[in-house]
């Protein structure tokens, strides 16, 4: 005869309560580390689209990316940003009078706030974008830090794309 054998049930209690707690947690990292992923909004980047300080959900499993996605992006500095895709390999780029031009034709994208300028860094008007990369910029271009400073942006370096955004 146990002495304790009225604490059986709490312990079965609790171990059916670790098993379920163990499970949620490896679904949550499985969930979170490969398939889906949530971002805040920093700075005005890329209002009106988007707000500073708005959470985000991308996907981190669809690596078909096109023009008009909006991605997060790890930017040559380090920082990971919120763009929207403007240009895809093989397209030609121009920041000109004020506009954003890709393969000639001018940007009339209803998103884009602000007059498109260039900003300093080493990128050269007309640029082609290189295999394996995209040219990012945010949709508030007057204050967006994009790949008119850094450049193209390679594939790899996109976590996901974002769930929601028109």
Not at 33 to 38: K, M, P, V
């Amino acid at each position: 005869m146990r002495l304790f054998k009225k604490y059986d049930d709490k312990k079965l209690e609790m171990l059916h309560i670790a098993r379920e707690l163990v499970l949620a947690i490896a679904l949550a990292v499985v969930i979170f580390g490969f398939l889906i992923g949530i971002s805040l909004v920093s700075g005005p980047s890329m209002h009106p689209t988007l707000k500073d300080r708005q959470p985000v959900v991308y996907s981190r499993i669809s690596r078909d990316f096109n023009v008009g996605d909006v991605v997060s992006v790890r930017m040559p500095n380090g920082e990971y940003y919120v763009k929207r895709i403007v240009a895809m390999a093989g397209d030609t780029v121009e920041v000109k009078d004020g506009a954003l031009y890709v393969n000639g034709e001018r940007e009339t994208r209803e998103t884009v706030h602000g007059v498109t300028e260039p900003q300093e860094g080493e990128v050269v008007y007309p640029l082609t974008v290189p295999l394996g990369q995209v040219f990012v910029l945010g949709d508030n271009r007057e204050v967006s830090i994009d790949s008119r400073t850094y450049g193209p942006v390679a594939t790899s370096q996109i976590r996901g794309k974002l769930f929601f955004v028109k």
